[in-house]
């Protein structure tokens, strides 16, 4: 009974059938949690080796290596609660904003250590931009929504050069065409799916090279999660992305290498199209057929 996972543990409590495969797989699991498939690439924007996450005395994530690679897709994916949205935050030190919250090991940009001291966390975080779950659109108008971050980092004073930043952002984004007569308007008066696109607007104004999506689509409708999805693909010309998704559908559809978490370890990491047809740890295997998570 100790060997079992605490998935199983947990499904076993409240009445949920297990078959003997799933014990099987749990067994080996358990005895072998170390990470599978190549975690490296050749050409890193970021790399973290041996990244803990405490919060308070609990750990939330153990020993975990992985590279980001030079304008990739790189999905994340595992159960709730298995620490991928922990890590990507570690990403761009938004976890240091928690103050029970300590982080070990090293995460290099560019060869970089982002965790030194002598970093400061407002230009990291202009450099490593992010998109939350839930559109969080500032209550300004859709243009000082986008103009806020080059204001704010000083990247021009000059008002044509702040409007053609707005207009370029917007264009990325692939909401001009829809925004261009409204500009004046509330960002919050857009649909969700808008909201979303202009939050990324915002990110990308300030020129990142690397973007966080934490479930950038969890809000959203089919059709607008189609016009996200068809935009991170856009975007990969120009940037470094790390997205944490549920969507095992969506992780296919627009990354190019797959990370499985389950319960602070990083189990698996390889190439999206190995990982969902021939994935090599059993606990990757369980989770992308479905058996548990």
């Not at 297990?18 to 490296?40: F, H, K, P, Q």
């Not at 065409?177 to 300030?206: M, W, Y």
Request: aromatic share 6%; charged share 25%; with cysteine.
């Amino acid at each position: 009974m100790n060997t079992l996972s605490e998935d199983l543990l947990i499904s076993r409590r409240i009445g949920l059938s297990i078959s003997t495969e799933d014990l099987d797989a749990a067994e080996v699991a358990e005895t072998n949690r170390d990470t599978v498939g190549d975690y490296t690439v050749f050409d890193p924007k970021i790399t973290a080796r041996d990244v803990n996450v405490f919060y308070g005395t609990k750990q939330a994530i153990c020993g975990v290596n992985l590279d980001l690679g030079n304008y990739e897709v790189l999905a994340m994916i595992g159960p709730s609660g298995c620490g991928k949205s922990t890590f990507l935050r570690c990403l761009n030190r938004m976890n240091d904003t928690i103050a029970e919250c300590r982080v070990s090991g090293k995460i290099h940009l560019d060869g970089e250590n982002i965790y030194h001291q002598n970093i400061d966390e407002v230009l990291l975080r202009a450099r490593v931009g992010m998109v939350f779950q839930k559109p969080n659109p500032f209550p300004k108008s859709i243009f000082e929504n986008v103009a806020y971050g080059p204001r704010l980092h000083g990247m021009t004073r000059d008002i044509g050069t702040l409007w053609d930043i707005v207009e370029s952002s917007l264009r990325k984004a692939a909401l001009w065409d829809e925004v261009k007569d409204i500009l004046e308007q509330p960002g919050t008066s857009l649909s969700g799916g808008q909201q979303q696109r202009l939050c990324i607007a915002r990110a990308i104004s300030i020129n990142p090279e690397v973007i966080l999506m934490d479930e950038p689509c969890s809000a959203l409708d089919p059709i607008s999660t189609a016009k996200i999805e068809q935009l991170i693909d856009e975007l990969r010309e120009h940037y470094s992305i790390a997205i944490v998704t549920h969507s095992m559908q969506q992780a296919a559809r627009v990354s190019q290498r797959t990370a499985y978490f389950h319960l602070g370890d990083l189990i698996e990491v390889g190439a999206t199209n190995q990982i969902f047809s021939d994935p090599l740890h059993p606990l990757t295997e369980a989770y992308i057929s479905g058996r548990f998570g």
